[in-house]
T-cell receptor, first 118, second 112 residues
Framework: SAVISQKPSRDICQRGTSLTIQCQVD?????MFWYRQQPGQSLTLIAT?????????ESGFVIDKFPISRPNLTFSTLTVSNMSPEDSSIYLC???????????????FGQGTRLTVV | DQQVKQNSPSLSVQEGRISILNCDYT??????FLWYKKYPAEGPTFLIS?????DKNEDGRFTVFLNKSAKHLSLHIVPSQPGDSAVYFC???????????FGTGTKLQVIP
């Protein structure tokens, strides 16, 4: 299993500002994933953060809006830039690990960051 | 394009009875399926999984059934307990390093 620490756990931000969310994993992992869960919606993958290379963004998400850093194999940050109320959501960091189904078959999550933009 | 669908946003069940949560998928490349449970203010936690080579996997009170021809899976909780009240997400992947795709979730309420 993997233990993931994510902070802040929640924040209320003014529109037009930026927030950086940090994710720390207790073991080295190749890929870290950033998800968003908007109210009443599924967990939507924003991007995959690879150490030593640029993040890979999913359709509908761009680097200018959600810049990601991955300085080493245990840490990543996601920045939500120029925020608007539509960015109000829960943001989750995730890694793949070895679960009961075998290697890289289970996604482990941080506790999430609840962001409210006013 | 919602590749993993949970058509019931909520479900209420009496304590001690069976809870059945359903999930449908459209991508035939998915070969590994997972169920996650999420409490408020916490990240999702893994519950049970099933590989496409199986049609049933059981773990205590939790059983997942997979019908590949119908692209349908279900989670059975027997007996249901009040502590099971949470949002349950169905998820699917191609296995290995491929990303995990989640459904929209079903909020289960177990009534004492």
């Amino acid at each position: 299993s993997a233990v993931i620490s994510q902070k802040p756990s929640r924040d209320i931000c003014q529109r037009g500002t930026s927030l950086t969310i940090q994710c720390q994993v207790d073991s080295q992992v190749t890929m870290m994933f950033w998800y968003r869960q908007q109210p009443g919606q599924s967990l939507t993958l924003i991007a995959t953060a690879n150490q030593g290379s640029e993040a890979t963004y999913e359709s509908g998400f761009v680097i200018d809006k959600f810049p990601i850093s991955r300085p080493n194999l245990t840490f990543s940050t996601l920045t939500v830039s120029n925020m608007s109320p539509e960015d109000s959501s829960i943001y989750l960091c995730s890694v793949l690990g070895t679960g009961r189904g075998g290697v890289n078959t289970e996604a482990f999550f941080g506790q999430g960051t609840r962001l409210t933009v006013v | 394009d919602q590749q993993v669908k949970q058509n019931s946003p909520s479900l209420s069940v009496q304590e001690g009875r069976i809870s059945i949560l359903n999930c449908d998928y459209t991508n035939s490349m998915f070969d590994y399926f997972l169920w996650y449970k999420k409490y408020p203010a916490e990240g999702p936690t893994f519950l049970i999984s099933i590989s496409s080579i199986k049609d049933k996997n059981e773990d205590g009170r939790f059983t997942v059934f997979l019908n590949k021809s119908a692209k349908h899976l279900s989670l059975h909780i027997v007996p249901s307990q009040p502590g099971d009240s949470a949002v349950y997400f169905c998820a699917a992947s191609g296995g290995g390093y491929q990303k995990v795709t989640f459904g929209t979730g079903t909020k289960l309420q177990v009534i004492p």
